[in-house]
């Protein structure tokens, strides 16, 4: 059984950075893909990105490509969302999760563990 624990949201501008970051426990953690996820109101959770067990390999929505970066540290066992050029379309509760299947992986049906969520506010 994994925990995840989402930190670093809060409220920025427009063509801010912020870093988030996501702390495991309970398990091996770099037997885990993990991936990050977003949630708007009123609107379905959607695949921000994602990382391999080992760290070698991301995968992105297209809607981040280029503006956020995922890395781990599977020493700390965390794994972060490093997020640039912030758009109020970012705004949105974002969450990481964690799966012991191989990626790369979208779906959110694919995650068997989930933190909390934490929130992001992109004001204009």
């Known amino acids: 059984q994994v925990q995840l624990v989402e930190s670093g949201g809060g409220l920025v501008q427009v063509g801010d950075s912020l870093k988030l970051s996501c702390a495991a426990s309970?398990?091996?953690?770099?037997?885990?893909?993990m991936g990050w996820f977003r949630q708007a109101p009123g609107q379905e959770r959607e695949f921000v990105g994602g990382?391999?067990?080992?760290?070698?390999?991301?995968y992105y929505a297209d809607s981040v490509k280029g503006r956020f970066i995922i890395s781990r540290d599977n020493a700390k066992n965390t794994v972060y969302l490093q997020m640039n050029s912030l758009k109020p379309e970012d705004t949105a509760v974002y969450y990481c999760?964690?799966?012991?299947?191989?990626?790369?992986?979208?779906?959110?049906?694919?995650?068997?563990?989930w933190g909390q969520g934490t929130q992001v506010t992109v004001s204009s």
């Open positions: 990382i391999s067990r080992s760290g070698a390999n991301t």
């Open positions: 309970g398990g091996t953690f770099s037997y885990y893909f």
């Open positions: 999760a964690a799966t012991i299947r191989v990626g790369p992986l979208k779906p959110s049906s694919d995650y068997s563990y």
